[in-house]
């Protein structure tokens, strides 16, 4: 079993910056394709951007030039810059994992982290 915990959520203000942090714990795992989803109450999760083990990355064009999404092989962890924040930014954000435990695939999310943005 693998578990993904997000930590860096809060209140910021409008222009502010975040960074969240998601770390893998459990054994005998690897980590393939990571990624940030938000979602806002009554709407679905949608993608903000995703990164593969090469360091290949994607952004949703509305986070485009203002998140950036990192990853540390070594710590089993992704991490999400987010700069330039704005209202339409307030989410709960949940890190996801595309996860390979001997020869199986198995996806797995964290429990998510409010960010809201607001003077």
């Known amino acids: 079993q693998v578990q993904l915990v997000e930590s860096g959520g809060g209140l910021v203000p409008p222009g502010g910056s975040l960074r969240l942090s998601c770390a893998a714990s459990?054994?005998?795992?690897?980590?393939?394709?990571m990624a940030w989803y938000r979602q806002t109450p009554g709407k679905q999760r949608d993608l903000v951007a995703s990164?593969?083990?090469?360091?290949?990355?994607n952004y949703a064009d509305s986070v485009t030039g203002r998140f950036t999404i990192s990853r540390d092989n070594a710590k089993n962890a992704v991490y999400l810059q987010s700069d330039e924040l704005k209202h339409e930014d307030t989410a709960v954000y949940y890190c996801?994992?595309?996860?390979?435990?001997?020869?199986?695939?198995?996806?797995?999310w964290g429990q998510g982290t409010q960010v809201t943005v607001s003077s």
């Open positions: 996801h994992a595309i996860v390979s435990i001997r020869r199986l695939q198995n996806s797995y």
């Open positions: 990164i593969s083990t090469t360091g290949s990355t």
């Open positions: 459990g054994s005998n795992f690897k980590l393939n394709t």
